[in-house]
């Protein structure tokens, strides 16, 4: 395993089994997940000997950045990040009041195919390993400067198809001899991986869970995403609901409102029948339009519609604000005009 990817237990053994002194593990975790150096030889008071030893069977995995955007008009910023094998991820530093949040990707490239999606439109090219989902957060506030307080994982990929590795990643995130994030503060958002729902719940009861709904009904998810084909509504709710009972914590629906596809007033009706006295909060976030596809954005009226008619049945509901929209901060879009821009030159 690589080096980043290590808990402090492991590293312990692994320090330990080449002969070197215990403390060195703690000295090193520190570098690694506190301090967040950019490469090995940052490390000045580990013995090269033993990081040479080290190195060799658990190798620096991690992020480098390629490109990095300012929005103008909300601060709002970009990373573009190359991986060791040359694979691209972006992730997003959003400002807010409460904190600097990072969105991070769990895999390059994703294999949901969700309609209305730019990250899916390549396929998958690989997992990212727990290192490499850290990394994007280390390097953001190693070249912000601003302490990262809360994480969402929205950005390319389907975190529940990389299921130990995001769960070793929010291990190491959150322990107290690295940057010691609290669970409450990272946010994993699903497609409805069913089964992964559950475990999840069991697994780290602590986590926000938002799972993508964009839809009432099963007929139209599946039009929209192809992950309704396995799992139907009822089986996706009752895994929420199972969620919310044994985390004690309440669950985000993320729905998307596409023009004349789900925006409609019996639309909302329905959504409200499927989440009517769970403890939850629907989140509506109006379709970013993708070249590729020609879904197009509800209008401001029928947001609001929508929104109204959830509220009128005491549904709790916001609108996404719309975040760095000048510098595709949105899903995909950065890395996928990248390589097209790569691929012109
Ligand atoms: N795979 C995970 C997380 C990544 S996507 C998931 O499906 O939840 C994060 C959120 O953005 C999801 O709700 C996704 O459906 C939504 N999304 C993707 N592309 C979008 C677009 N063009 N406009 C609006 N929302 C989009």
């Known amino acids: 395993m690589d080096l980043k990817s290590m808990t402090m237990e492991e590293l312990t053994d692994c320090i330990v089994e080449l002969g070197e002194k215990k403390f060195r593990a703690k000295q090193i975790y520190g570098w690694l997940h506190q301090k967040?150096?950019?490469s090995p030889e940052e490390m000045s008071n580990v013995p090269a000997k033993c990081l040479e030893k080290l190195l060799k069977e658990h190798p620096f995995y991690g992020v480098e950045e390629v490109e990095h955007y300012v929005s103008k008009i909300d601060g709002t910023q970009k990373f573009l990040f190359s991986l060791h094998d040359g694979n691209m991820v972006e992730s997003v530093l959003m400002k807010y009041k409460h904190g600097n949040s990072v969105c991070i990707s769990s895999q390059a490239g994703c294999r949901m195919g969700c309609r209305?999606?730019?990250?899916?439109?390549l396929g998958l090219s690989r997992n990212l390993y727990p290192s490499e989902m850290l990394d994007q957060i280390y390097a953001i506030q190693k070249a912000t400067g601003e302490r990262v307080s809360h994480l969402v994982v929205m950005g390319t990929g389907e975190?529940?198809?990389?299921f130990e590795s995001l769960c070793r990643m929010i291990e190491l995130l959150c322990s107290p001899e690295g940057l010691n994030i609290s669970h409450r503060n990272i946010t994993?958002?699903?497609?409805?991986?069913?089964?992964?729902?559950?475990?999840?719940a069991d697994r780290n009861p602590?986590?926000?869970l938002a799972i993508s709904l964009h839809s009432p009904n099963d007929t139209m998810r599946k039009e929209l995403m192809p992950i309704a084909n396995k799992y139907s509504m009822d089986e996706l709710m009752k895994a929420a609901k199972y969620y919310t009972k044994t985390t004690g914590r309440r669950i985000t629906f993320e729905y998307s409102l596409v023009k004349g596809v789900n925006d409609k007033k019996e639309h909302a009706e329905e959504l409200i029948s499927r989440v009517k006295g769970m403890n939850c909060h629907v989140n509506l976030i109006p379709v970013n339009p993708i070249k590729e596809r020609d879904f197009e954005q509800s209008?401001?009226?029928?947001v609001t519609a929508f929104k109204h008619i959830l509220e009128r049945q005491h549904i709790q509901v916001t609108v996404r604000r719309e975040m760095g929209r000048d510098i595709q901060a949105a899903c995909g879009q950065l890395r996928k005009s990248y390589k097209e821009r790569s691929g012109n030159e």
């Open 116 to 121: 209305f999606c730019a990250s899916t439109l």
């Open 188 to 200: 994993v958002s699903t497609c409805g991986i069913v089964p992964k729902i559950y475990e999840f």
């Open 206 to 208: 602590q986590v926000t």
């Open 159 to 162: 975190p529940f198809d990389n």
């Open 299 to 302: 209008t401001q009226n029928n």
């Open 36 to 38: 967040l150096v950019r």
